[in-house]
């Protein structure tokens, strides 16, 4: 989810479930070692418990990125063999790295030894058209002996050449049988299941054979998802409104174009907030204005809600009966 779910993404979806574990784009070591890390680490106290994601293959530069992470406040260090990138195999990390136990088994090891928080990974299923099982029980059990416990496992294989990033999320088949063997054959760990969870429905029955469900894709394209999942989950949690979710997010909003934040990457994630409804088309269109937005007025997040709902709608519309779930920083 690399330039997907940067900190405005995660900001939007807590909104939406309280209670989900969220997970950081990819960020890779050299980024931290070399580049400004405030601007991939910074993150607002409401989006606990957030996990930071990591892409490298060096145990020493890894253990230095997990500590940073420790310091800036996160919840859990994941490190990502999952991707299947021309970028991320050039740089000899992501899925490629499934290929290599010993080394991964190190950088878990590094990693751990470096701090206090859980180390977890995010990995597929096999290598190209390999669909041998034995091949990710033994990567797993490499790291199992190394103490890792939690294991992200998208259920596909990463077919490293000739398929884009996005052929490799359709294209290999879904293998939930493999996971579940997982499951099986690694009965103390906690086995999270990625992959082909389009919708609610999906997610919900997966999350009765697996520890957990990650969501992706589905959560980007239609993010009230996430309030489906959390309410079937968590049925005593309130969660907010669509009107109340615009005030917190027109909020947010104001505070980050202050601090320099262009309005057009807030409001990214929202666009589809409203799919299903009557004039959403109306709503991605003037959120996605590049005229509109180059104003960078946050008011726009409230005009297009009024667009949405008719000129009848006015701000006593957004006085909430309950403060929205970690609404502010």
Not at 137 to 146: P, T
Request: charged share 25%.
């Amino acid at each position: 989810m690399i330039d997907v779910t940067d900190r405005h993404c995660r900001f939007f979806h807590r909104l939406l479930a309280p209670r989900a574990r969220l997970y950081t784009e990819m960020i890779t070591t050299g980024a931290l070692m070399h580049g400004n890390v405030a601007r991939h680490l910074d993150f607002d106290a409401a989006e606990h418990p957030v996990a930071l994601q990591l892409g490298g293959s060096e145990p020493d530069a890894l253990a230095q990125a997990a500590r940073l992470g420790r310091q800036w406040g996160y919840d859990e260090i994941n490190l990502n063999c999952g991707c299947p990138s021309e970028r991320v195999q050039r740089g000899a990390f992501g899925a490629c790295l499934m290929a290599e136990p010993a080394l991964v088994a190190d950088c878990i090891k590094a990693m751990q030894d470096a701090v206090d928080i859980p180390v977890t990974v995010k990995h597929r299923l096999g290598l190209d058209y390999d669909d041998s099982y034995d091949f990710v029980r033994d990567f797993v059990g490499h790291l199992y002996e190394v103490g890792c416990r939690v294991f992200v496992v998208h259920a596909r294989n990463a077919v490293l050449k000739g398929l884009s990033p996005k052929d490799n999320r359709e294209i290999p088949p879904l293998r939930y049988d493999a996971v579940r063997r997982l499951k099986q054959d690694f009965p103390d760990c906690v086995i999270v299941l990625n992959g082909g969870l389009a919708d609610a429905s999906q997610s919900l029955q997966a999350a009765e054979d697996f520890h957990g469900v990650m969501l992706g894709r589905a959560a980007w394209h239609t993010p009230r998802v996430l309030s489906e999942v959390s309410l079937r989950l968590w049925p005593a949690t309130r969660l907010p409104t669509d009107a109340q979710v615009v005030d917190a997010m027109t909020r947010y909003a104001a505070d980050q174009v202050a601090a320099g934040v262009p309005l057009r990457v807030i409001v990214r994630p929202m666009l589809g907030l409203v799919n299903g409804q009557s004039g959403a088309r109306r709503w991605r269109r003037m959120l996605s204005d590049p005229r509109q937005l180059a104003a960078n007025d946050p008011g726009l997040i409230y005009e297009a809600w009024r667009t949405l709902h008719g000129p009848d709608r006015d701000r006593r519309d957004f006085e909430p009966d309950v403060e929205p779930p970690l609404a502010a920083a």
